[in-house]
């Protein structure tokens, strides 16, 4: 599994951050895992915590001993964190196309698009169109399959 995860990071081809930064990450994603109360909640911070780990010890800042893979209780999170951190890398790709920019191809990014002061938080560290962008972006939005 450990490959399988190396391999996904470095298409994801995320910017290697400081170990204060994925340490701050993990301490975020915990408190909110335990303020979480849904079924789905706990399900979607669960996995935000795995990738913060996984990142971190891809990117040569291991934080903790990463859960021991469990054949019944982690292929959910597994499963959820691919679909919703991949779904984001493409939706931020896919928009950068439709609104013209060359440099879709560059643009690796997994915050949530389904807030819009993070659309253009993307925007600004790309060579992109704010307007254009936006707007692909909403459009987008109607259909893509975002995951909280």
């Known amino acids: 599994m450990v490959k399988v995860m190396q391999r996904w990071h470095r298409l994801l081809g995320l910017k290697v951050q400081s170990s204060s930064w994925y340490k701050a990450r993990l301490r975020e994603e915990l408190a909110e895992r335990r303020e979480a109360r849904t ?3 706990r399900l979607s911070e669960t996995a ?3 990738y913060t ?3 971190a ?3 040569g800042h291991p934080l903790r001993q990463f859960p021991t893979f469990h ?3 982690h292929p959910p999170i ?3 964190m691919l679909l919703k951190f991949t779904s984001r890398w493409a939706f931020f790709r896919t928009a950068a196309f439709l609104s013209g920019s060359t440099a879709y191809r560059h ?3 997994v915050v949530n698009p389904a807030r819009d002061f993070k659309i253009r938080e ?3 560290r790309h060579p992109v169109e704010l307007n254009k962008f936006e707007f692909a972006c909403h459009r987008l939005r109607h259909f893509w399959p975002l995951l909280p």
Request: net charge negative.
């Open 53 to 55: 780990l996984g990142r």
């Open 78 to 80: 597994y499963g959820y």
């Open 71 to 73: 054949l019944y209780k």
């Open 57 to 59: 010890q891809c990117d």
């Open 122 to 124: 993307v925007a600004s």
């Open 48 to 50: 935000d915590v795995f």
């Open 107 to 109: 643009i690796n990014e």
């Open 39 to 41: 079924f789905l909640h």
